[in-house]
């Protein structure tokens, strides 16, 4: 759904509020317009921003991308769509599948995101870690995001659901993990995440610094891949 030009305009000055929805899983679940752009929210955080969700768009500026063209690729917390349209806008062409549990937010993707999105796309209503349990596909990226509201639920921090992400990656496949890294106890979880368990996993794992996140990978990115 567009926007008339002069809430577009006046969202470079001041957000401005498009629709609140009830949600079970998301209390305070809502769409504002902020720089000309959707953002979906809850109270304590934003879980998606179109190109402006920067964790993102600067992990992906340092992929070479063109190793995903025609690729699989797997969206835990797909949000509003924010990956796909980043990974578009920079050119790349491939098909995404997208796990939300919240159908709160798959009703407001449709209205709002949808036309935005010209690749291929299947769009699944479930739980993440019941979904890698019984996953028996391989994805040439998994771009875990998954959140409520500032916190990553217990259960995706355990080897167990790491395995899986694992076990459902091809075999030069990656996988991008979302870990806030805004505040010390933020700092301090992801350290202890990265070293006591993703590492244990993922033995070869990597991670990139962006402003208030750590952006945690399954492997190092050699210098040819780097931009």
Known sequence: ??????????????????????????????????????????????????????????TFAMLDLGDFIGKDILILGFGLGSIPKMLEMKGLKAHFTGVEYDEQIIYLF??????????????????????MKLNERKYDMI??????????????????????????????????????YHYEKDRKAADNFFEDTFQKIFTNASFIQTSGNKMLLNKKIVPSQAK
């Open 110 to 131: 449709h209205k709002y995101m949808a036309d935005k999105i010209e690749a291929p796309l299947e769009i699944i209503q479930a739980d993440a870690e019941i979904f």
């Open 143 to 180: 771009a875990m995001d998954v959140f409520v509201e500032d916190l990553i639920p217990n259960q995706f921090l355990q080897p167990a659901f790491l395995t899986d992400l694992k076990n459902g990656l091809s075999d030069n496949g990656l996988l991008i993990w979302n870990h806030l």
């Open 1 to 58: 759904m567009k926007q008339p030009w002069w809430k577009r305009m006046l969202s470079h000055f001041s957000d401005i509020h498009i629709e609140s929805v009830d949600s079970s899983v998301n209390p305070e679940l809502y769409v504002c317009l902020s720089k000309g752009r959707y953002q979906l929210c809850v109270k304590n955080a934003i879980y998606s921003f179109e190109d402006k969700y920067d964790n993102f768009w600067d």
